[in-house]
């Protein structure tokens, strides 16, 4: 069998294919994080290190971890949401060479990601899409359409758990953030990176009481669609489902 397009892009991406890296010709870097419209409504998350939340083992975390697509109808609060955002992409630091240090690693301190979050039971905020700030730490509304949650199900292959969770995470890729570093091969890095960021939502979520349920398997063309996103320099990379366990 010959070779296929996966087996391509692993060999395309060694080192000794590698044209010079935009930061090696001195070029600027982009932005730590994409500009956005200040007239949208802007929603404050409560300070981080001000949320309690239930002491957790590392092995308990990592013991009990499993993926879980049933929810109970309990919502989240607006604190817990706040500390799965930032046990996720949360800015501990922006350093003075312009990158930022945060609660997950990146390849080079990239963290080229955009969490957008598709809202169903969070108190105090209305159903819709909406957009993590990290730099500021707040939400940014964007969508308020009731059949937002029906579209992106169907994006995701219908896959029901999505629109009965508390919340949806969908994470994006803006790829010269990392590329202008890395060149090609940092799509290799995309992708390692986004295992870390979900691997800190399932372990952060026991905490709250949650079960997450990662999604790698949608329409990358519906999807990106549906976020106003290119498909090119910015794209829908990984999604994972969050809402409190059942208990019954």
């Given amino acids: 069998m010959a070779p296929g397009i ?11 294919y590698l044209e010079p890296s935009d930061q090696s010709k001195g070029l600027p870097q982009p932005p730590l994080q994409l500009a956005y419209d200040p007239a949208l409504p802007i929603i404050a998350l409560p300070t981080p290190a001000a949320v309690e939340v239930r002491s957790v083992s590392l092995r308990e975390a990592i013991e009990t971890r499993r993926s879980v697509r049933h929810y109970a109808s309990t919502p989240l609060s607006l604190e817990e949401l706040s500390f799965l955002l930032w046990c996720t992409q949360g800015v501990k630091e922006v350093s003075g060479r312009q990158v930022t240090l945060r609660t997950v690693p990146s390849a080079g301190a990239r963290h080229a990601f955009e969490t957008y979050l598709l809202i169903h039971r969070v108190a105090d905020l209305p159903r819709g899409l909406y957009r993590f700030l990290a730099l500021e730490h707040q939400l940014l509304q964007l969508n308020l359409d009731p059949r937002l949650s029906d579209k992106i199900t169907e994006a995701c292959w219908n896959q029901q758990f999505v629109k009965q969770s508390a919340v949806t995470f969908i ?29 800190n939502l399932y372990l952060a979520a026991a905490a709250v009481d949650c079960g997450v349920c990662a999604i790698a398997a949608f329409n990358d063309e519906a999807m990106n669609a549906l976020l106003g996103l290119d498909g090119a320099e910015q794209f829908v990379i990984y999604l994972a489902t969050v809402g409190k366990r059942d208990r019954v």
């Fill in 171 to 199: 994470w994006s890729a803006v790829v010269y953030r990392m590329t202008w570093r890395y060149s090609e091969r940092g799509y290799r890095y995309l992708h390692l990176d986004a295992g870390h960021v979900c691997q």
């Fill in 6 to 16: 996966g087996h391509q892009f692993m060999v395309q991406t060694y080192y000794r």
